[in-house]
């Protein structure tokens, strides 16, 4: 994937100069940071500058002062998106590599929506108030999320009456219900669910056979890449937002997306976005997935 930095207004952020340069002003004019000590020797602070309204670039530090000269090992330096939209999420596993001798400190966060028992898989933006919380036996039961575009495309909307809407809203209740007892243990579930997605395979076979591909699908929210949080996303638009890149004048798109019942933000640079966006039309792109762990 593309540097995530193009999809909030930084599309020429390829010469090293001028990332160089943003790493530079984010380190020494930082508007806010965070830090944890992770050993006597050894910090982990991360530190963002706001670009735009909830967007920032956050750089992800460890300073190591066991010689004489504190040291600084950057880590990351990537898009930070503040998503609005909290998720009740449940089964949460966060997991990264912490060495504790300044190695990657890059966490993912595993978790199961609880509205429709999708799974994902996200790139965690507050890794420092996560260690803090964790020291105080703190757990998490809800998520926000934020997909940060590669690049995208705006689709037609499927013509869908009230009665195939109402049927679609019946399938995928009728799937959750099916999948939350599986989860208790029920052995007639798993087998109902067996049947369920042969019945919807054999459906769409037959469609795919007489329509496009964007015909038959309302919306999906496939994993391209596990290990780097990466999805295929395709969603209906419900609100559309503007933001302007203060460093490039560069414009944004900030899309509310309804991704199968999933709520999910988006942002993508209006220089990586085919097509004209407005309510009702649909998104198709490519998107990192990133968000905050929310503990109590």
């Known amino acids: 994937m593309e540097s995530p930095l193009k999809a909030i207004g930084f599309t020429q952020v390829n010469e090293k100069e001028m990332m160089e340069d943003i790493l530079e002003e984010i380190l020494s004019n930082p508007t806010k940071q965070e830090a944890i000590q992770l050993s006597a020797k050894q910090i ?8 735009a ?15 004489k000269e504190p040291k600084i090992q950057v ?8 998503a609005n939209t909290a998720l009740d999420v449940e089964d ?3 997991e990264g590599f912490d060495d ?26 507050n890794v420092v108030e996560y260690l803090e919380a964790r020291k105080k036996n703190l757990t998490c039961s809800q998520v926000n999320i934020v997909g940060i575009a590669s690049e995208g495309t705006i689709v037609l909307p499927i ?11 019946e399938e995928r209740e009728k799937l959750r219900l099916i999948l939350q007892q599986m989860k208790n243990g029920d052995e007639e579930a798993k087998e109902m669910l067996e049947k369920e997605e042969k019945e919807l395979d054999d459906q769409l076979k037959e469609r795919l056979r007489e329509e496009d591909f964007l015909s038959v699908m309302s919306g999906y929210f496939i994993p391209e890449t596990i290990d780097e949080a990466t999805y295929a996303v395709l969603g209906e638009i419900l609100e559309i937002k503007e933001r302007i890149n203060s460093q490039t004048d560069e414009k944004m798109y900030i899309f509310s997306l309804d991704v199968n019942d999933l709520n999910l933000e988006v942002v993508i640079s ?3 976005l085919i097509g004209m966006p407005s309510v009702g ?11 905050k762990v929310i503990m109590s």
């Open 44 to 51: 982990l602070a991360e530190y963002m500058k706001e670009i």
């Open 53 to 67: 309204e909830n967007t920032y670039v956050m750089a992800r530090v460890c300073v190591n002062k066991s010689s």
């Open 75 to 82: 880590f990351s330096c990537d898009a930070y998106v503040e």
């Open 92 to 94: 949460v596993e966060v």
């Open 100 to 125: 504790g001798d300044g190695g990657d400190q890059s966490y993912y966060v595993v978790c199961e929506e609880r509205e429709t028992a999708m799974q994902i898989v996200f790139w965690l933006q």
């Open 159 to 169: 013509e869908k009456d009230e009665e195939e809407e109402q049927i679609e809203k």
């Open 270 to 272: 209006q220089r990586e």
């Open 281 to 291: 039309m649909r998104f198709m792109g490519t998107c990192w997935i990133q968000g």
